[in-house]
């Protein structure tokens, strides 16, 4: 006997419209008649679902999610087949059945947890898992057996590498707790059971705090602290979170309105929005509205919006984004990398800030793999502009790869953990001390006495740390003679591009002409007691020069030593594309002041004009073969100049004739007396030699008056 239909289209409401089974209602209808009439056989409930749907459906469309849905329904039909047994399609993506334990136990009914579909000639592979109870009390509501089946099913949603699950009694206690929890919400926001952690986000290169994360924790009067991933999936499923993250928001707008009000310093401070939250049309607006009620700019609070959100739902969340932007606000990709999305897609969405999951770094030390893809996911936000932020930093040596391969902030236990607010606005209030601890961290270079001078000094005002970044040190001026004192790391990476093996190349003081130079900015920067800033042609212990750009300033001394703090930057590149800028501007200025300017080549014996400026002389012709090119100057060429013209028509001589002139150039006069307009006129040729090696011959023709 079979409960199941037969496979034809529905009638009345007993199918499901899409895949032809039987639909939730019948399924409690049909399984209670079965229950009944086999008293004596035992039966088992199994409740599926189909792993990853959303992401299929998002990939594929709805239309292929469709198809599988059908699919599956059809597998599960044919495997039952006669049996005794009632299947339907509960919902979205979950199936129930009830089946005999014995089918369960001689079956190979597991094969369900991976199906293939063909689609075109492609082949996808989907899996599912369950969750089955044993029916031992047939008493109990059909309801909560499915609810028993379901809690198993949970178990092992996120476990790929586990099909089925059976129930046990300490599934139902989690499910008793979880509804428990729900219960006790309403009493908890009344309460403010609920507190905001505050976790600092430091800057990579040198661990300054320069944000913040809000993180929810529930201080529970009987079962202590409760970490939010015990309770914010729950509250998404009811829907509680909206009202919990609304409180969240309030209570760090608060915090930052405290501050500001006292004039005291803060960071931004980025808040989390839940995925489901992009189904509330007024999400934005509530958001605005609570800043507004704080009086806050929106520079304040920055909104983090996890990657999965933007799977589920992609218009909304790019939507959402559009519209906080419009309001003011940055906004932080969460996770980036947990889940399905691409790289491609960011490229579609208006982000500020990219937060890459922590599970990158789990891997860190582990596969090479991880660090790679890391890595090139940095690159491409670095080359789509977008700042990058990583997550669950834990140990110095992810601190500097992270720095190496050039991410912008770091969070994690390494630098701090989540803190109660009070804890995290002292750390705000010591942030000037503390960054400048953090700064030198792990410099060894820079001994106690050197940390006291720093901490000590009144005069150091943050600006010094704030824009001061990479290379640093300690610069003593004593009679005539300057000498580094002590350098950081970053001096190294700014001066030799890498930190040498050697890192004694520094204390030799300086010599002419650097030294007269370095000692009047120097004196510059004590007699006007501020920041001294200068570029430097500097000559490396090795003999290369470099560009710096070198900010000084005074930090104390007697009548005849000084001690200065420097900071410098490699200006290399920036000097290298200026200095092509002047050449270029120059050029073009240069050009002018000849009346023609052609360029001659000698591979091809032809000649080009380049350059014209005297209207009257308006040469329609702008390229000449050789041939015609030296008649042209020989009509009008003095005659003593005859001799030269000839040499000047292979290349061989024209060098050798302009290795003679000490002038690198040989004149040629034009001075037929009889032509007004060419008397007085000298072709100019020589040889330019460019920064790229090539070599070029030009002629200049500039009128004598
Ligand atoms: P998330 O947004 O990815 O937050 C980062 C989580 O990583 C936090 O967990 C934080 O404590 C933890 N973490 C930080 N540094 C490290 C580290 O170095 N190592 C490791 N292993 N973990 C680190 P937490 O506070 O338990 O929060 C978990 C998740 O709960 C958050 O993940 C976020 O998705 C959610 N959440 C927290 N607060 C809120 C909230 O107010 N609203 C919403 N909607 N979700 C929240
Ligand atoms: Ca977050
Ligand atoms: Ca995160």
């Known amino acids: 006997m079979r409960f199941s239909e037969n496979g034809s289209k529905m009638q009345n409401n007993l199918f499901d419209e899409l895949t032809g089974i039987y639909n939730q209602q019948s399924f409690f209808e049909y399984t209670a008649q079965m ?10 409930l199994i409740y599926w679902n189909i792993r990853k749907f959303r992401t299929t459906n998002d990939l594929f469309g709805w239309q292929a999610g469709d198809k599988i849905l059908i699919h599956w329904a059809n597998t599960l039909r044919e495997i039952l087949g006669d049996e005794l047994a009632v299947y339907a399609r509960m919902d979205h993506d979950n199936f129930v059945c009830c089946v005999t334990e014995d089918f ?39 309801s909560n057996m499915i609810d028993k089946a379901r809690a198993a ?76 991933g015990v309770f914010i999936p729950l509250f998404e499923k009811n829907g509680f979170i909206s009202i919990l993250d609304r409180y969240v928001w309030d209570e760090v707008c608060a915090m930052q309105q405290s501050r500001l009000d006292q004039g005291l310093a803060t960071v931004p401070v980025s808040v989390n929005v839940s995925r489901v939250e992009f189904y509330n049309p007024a999400l934005c607006d509530d958001i605005r509205n609570i ?19 933007y799977s589920d739902n992609p218009v909304q969340v790019l939507e959402a984004i559009k519209k906080l932007h419009a309001y003011g606000f940055s906004v932080l990709m969460d996770d980036f990398g947990s889940g399905y999305s691409s790289l491609n897609m960011l490229k579609d969405l208006p982000i500020d800030v990219l937060k890459i999951d922590m599970r990158f770094l789990d891997d860190f030390e582990k596969s090479r793999k991880a660090t790679i893809i890391l890595e090139s ?17 834990e140990t110095q040596r992810e601190w500097e790869y992270l720095r ?20 995290f606005t002292t750390l705000l209030d010591q942030s000037a001390e503390k960054s400048i601890n953090l700064l030198f961290r792990d410099s060894e270079e820079l001994d106690d006495s050197i940390l006291d001078i720093f901490n000590h000094s009144n ?10 970044l990479g290379g640093m040190g300690l610069l003593e001026v004593c009679e005539n003679e300057v000498e580094i004192l002590r350098v950081n790391n970053g001096y190294y990476e700014a001066v030799y591009n890498a930190l040498p093996r050697e890192r004694k190349l520094i204390n030799q003081p300086f010599e002419e002409p650097e030294r007269s130079f370095i000692l009047e900015q120097c004196r510059l920067a004590r007699e006007g007691s501020k920041i001294q800033q200068f570029q430097l042609h500097h000559e490396r212990k090795d003999g290369v020069y470099i560009w710096l750009s070198v900010k000084v300033r005074y930090i104390g001394g007697s009548a005849h030593r000084s001690l200065f703090l420097f900071a410098i930057e490699n200006i290399d590149e920036q000097k290298r594309l200026e200095h092509e800028r002047y050449r270029t501007n120059y050029s073009t200025v240069l050009l002018k002041l000849f009346d023609r300017v052609y360029r001659l080549d000698y591979s091809t014996e032809s000649v080009e004009l380049l350059h014209n400026v005297n209207k009257r002389f308006k040469t329609p012709q702008a390229q000449f073969s050789f041939p015609d090119f030296f008649k042209n100057i020989s009509i009008v060429t003095a005659p003593k100049d005859f001799d030269k013209i000839e040499l000047l028509k292979r290349k061989d001589s024209l060098d050798t004739l302009l290795a003679k002139e000490h002038t690198n150039c040989i004149p040629i006069h034009y001075e037929l007396a009889s032509d007004e307009t060419v008397a007085g006129t000298t072709a100019y040729f020589f040889k330019a030699e460019l920064p790229d090696g090539s070599e070029h011959y030009l002629c200049c023709v500039k009128r004598n008056s």
Request: charged residues 20%.
């Open 35 to 44: 229950l009944d009439n086999y008293p004596d056989i035992s039966f088992c």
């Open 104 to 142: 369960l136990n001689n079956s190979d009914w597991t094969k369900l947890g991976e199906i293939s579909y063909f689609t075109g000639d492609t082949e996808y592979h989907f899996y599912s898992c369950c969750g089955l109870y044993k029916i031992t009390d047939r008493t109990l509501p059909l």
């Open 153 to 228: 099913m949970e178990t092992i949603k996120n476990n790929y590498m586990t099909l089925y699950a059976w129930y046990d009694e300490s599934m139902w206690n989690a499910l008793l707790e979880e509804q428990r929890m729900n219960s006790e919400f309403k009493t908890a926001i009344a309460e403010r059971q609920f507190k905001v952690y505050y976790q600092p986000i430091c800057r990579a290169s040198d661990g300054l705090i320069t944000s913040a994360e809000a993180l929810v924790r529930w201080q529970h009067p009987t079962k202590g602290m409760i970490s939010p």
């Open 291 to 309: 800043v507004k009620k704080h009086n806050i700019s929106p520079d304040f609070i920055k909104i983090e919006i996890t990657e999965s959100a």
């Open 377 to 393: 996911i940095i690159r491409l936000a670095k080359w789509m502009k977008l700042s990058v932020v990583s997550e669950g930093v």
């Open 404 to 423: 190496s391969v050039e991410c912008d902030s770091v969070q994690g236990y390494y630098f701090y953990r989540p803190m109660p607010q009070e804890s």
């Open 459 to 468: 005069t150091l005002e943050s600006i010094l740390f704030y824009s001061m």
